[in-house]
């Protein structure tokens, strides 16, 4: 089993919060971990609405179903029956203790305004990703509190080779789908793609074209990393925008996609405002693109931005469970001066992460660092470049070249086994 590193935040939330609610996709282990914390530090009721009779108590009498819980409850896949909401309301009005509900859903309910609003200021929302490359190592991650400390040391040299990360980038973090073998992944991630459409899809919306939404997969995932383009993706598929713009709020809702936000900034210089596409595992990305580990590094189109969306979703994974909780974001100016991921911290203090999938970098890879602290002034705390060599190196005032692999072997403990160890 692996231990997943959002456990602390989440028991810490049942400690003061009446309604928690544990959102991600499926098969990130959402089910696993509630129910590990139910039967240990935070004992509860487990109900699951995959259950046909749960499901059709719930839906039938749902005030009748909340109130004849006694106790703290774990309501899992509770998107399956939004009816629960109002009375889980009334419930928690009634008798406002901390840790009474438990929820988990596959879907992002904060993205549906009518059943986030209902239990607005009584519950609490955690988001649970795939496995982190810290989680599948048994590490726990530090780089995001490493990077906004005042003096950036000591600095990292970790070896891995284009090989090993493309393994790992192909491998992606569903926790059943890094247990198999690479001759078995992808039997379970079609198998996976057709549960989306067939279970959590539908349980949100009617869609009546639905064999149009793994087109749409395949093509962002081709487009990852590459800034969002509604027109352009109309005219390639030939489905009308208001459509798209629906599917593309689905995918988003049900945690397969995720698009990061563009920073700005109040300054002359124009930024572009375009999200930018980021597939929440890249090893569905990988399978739906038709990539294996051995051809994924030779593919040049692929290869750079595949790399760049495996770290981003990684940072987004790490900022979760990080001590500076920032919001992560993308920086690119009109003229295509660009920034992989900004970091933004609450004190308002920035740090921008480039990444270079090469093992050779030179001063002129910094140049979007440049622009991003000139544009931030004193906001910018430092520009990270994470590329493939294994040397830690400074490149002027608040500028450092990292090894890729720092971002979850900062310091690795002697006794962790290599990724390749722990493959079938």
Do not use: C
Request: no cysteine; hydrophobic share 45%.
């Amino acid at each position: 089993m692996f231990r997943r590193h959002i456990a602390p935040q989440l028991l810490a939330a049942l400690g003061d919060t009446p309604v928690v609610l544990l959102h991600g996709a499926r098969q990130v282990g959402k089910s696993t971990l509630a129910q590990e914390i139910a039967s240990g530090q935070h004992p509860a009721r487990y109900l699951t609405l995959d259950d046909a009779a749960v499901l059709a108590a719930a839906k039938g009498d749902p005030a009748g179903f909340i109130s004849g819980l006694a106790g703290p409850v774990v309501i899992d896949e509770v998107q399956r029956a939004p009816e629960l909401f109002l009375p889980i309301k009334t419930s928690v009005d009634r008798g406002r203790r901390p840790g009474r509900f438990l929820l988990t859903g596959s879907a992002n309910v904060l993205l549906v305004p009518k059943l986030s609003e209902t239990l607005a200021g009584r519950m609490e929302v955690l988001a649970l990703w795939p496995l982190s490359q810290g989680e599948i190592d048994g590490l726990v991650e530090d780089f995001i509190d490493r990077v906004f400390t005042p003096a950036l040391a000591p600095l990292p040299n970790t070896n891995m080779g284009r090989d090993e990360l493309a393994r790992r980038v192909i491998a992606g973090g569903y926790p059943e789908a890094v247990r198999r073998s690479p001759l078995r992944r992808p039997a379970w991630f079609r198998s996976y793609v057709m549960t989306i459409l067939q279970r959590t899809v539908r349980d949100i919306a009617d869609i009546e074209r639905i064999h149009e939404i793994p087109r749409l997969l395949r093509v962002l995932a081709a487009r990852a990393g590459t800034l969002l383009n509604v027109a352009d993706l109309s005219r390639t598929l030939g489905i009308p925008q208001t459509t798209l713009q629906r599917y593309l709020a689905l995918l988003q809702t049900t945690f397969l996609v995720h698009f990061l936000p563009a920073w700005t900034a109040r300054v002359r210089r124009r930024l572009l405002k375009s999200p930018k596409i980021l597939v929440v595992d890249m090893g569905l990305a990988a399978h739906l693109v038709r990539m294996d580990s051995r051809g994924l590094p030779t593919n040049t189109e692929l290869w750079g931005a595949f790399v760049e969306t495996f770290v981003a979703v990684e940072l987004l994974k790490q900022a979760g469970w990080s001590t500076t909780q920032p919001t992560l974001y993308h920086f690119r100016t009109a003229k295509g001066e660009e920034v992989d991921v900004v970091l933004e911290a609450p004190s308002g203090e920035i740090v921008g992460v480039e990444v270079k999938a090469a093992v050779s970098i030179g001063a002129d890879d910094f140049h979007g660092l440049r622009i991003l602290a000139d544009v931030a002034g004193r906001r910018f705390l430092r520009g990270i470049l994470l590329y493939l060599g294994d040397q830690a190196v400074p490149f002027g005032t608040n500028l450092y070249a990292l090894p890729v692999s720092s971002v979850w072997r900062w310091q690795q403990p002697a006794h962790v086994r290599s990724f390749r160890s722990r493959r079938p």
